[in-house]
């Protein structure tokens, strides 16, 4: 990780923390056994900064990978404070036949963090 990489982590960690609790806690209201879905830690993400072309600045990008290489998230915090973190979930909804749970999103600016999950209808 270069040091501009890991000052941008540094800086946006407290964030990152908070976004990925507002994560667990909409998978935990869906009503998973408790531990059963478990929002990776965001500091063991691969981070890289990438220019945005919109703004010229450049974003912090980082992705969550499982055991075998597959990524399973990723997480963007833009430099003017914007961010979009998902991590996927891939489980059948716990309390409503029908519906799978793709995954949990959080987006918004500084410390107004709002997150849901993305359902999926399952075919009949």
């Known amino acids: 990780m270069t040091d501009a990489v890991q000052a941008r982590l ?14 667990q806690q909409q998978v935990d209201r869906l009503g998973f056994p408790d531990g059963e879905i478990r929002i990776s830690d ?11 072309s919109a703004s010229g600045e450049h ?3 980082g992705e969550w990978r499982d055991g075998k290489s597959q990524k399973i998230g990723n997480l963007v915090f ?3 404070g914007s961010f979009f973190v998902e ?7 716990p309390a409503r036949p029908g519906w799978f749970v793709e995954a949990v999103n959080a987006w918004g600016c500084g ?3 709002r997150a849901e999950p993305r359902l999926i209808p399952l075919p009949t």
Request: charged share 25%; net charge negative; proline share 5%.
């Open 42 to 52: 965001p500091l063991i993400a691969d981070y890289r900064l990438e220019r945005d």
């Open 87 to 93: 991590h996927d979930v891939i489980r059948e909804h």
């Open 78 to 80: 833009h430099a003017g």
């Open 59 to 61: 974003s912090l990008l």
């Open 10 to 23: 540094t800086e946006v960690a407290p964030l990152a923390a908070a976004v990925c609790a507002a994560l």
């Open 111 to 113: 410390d107004d963090i």
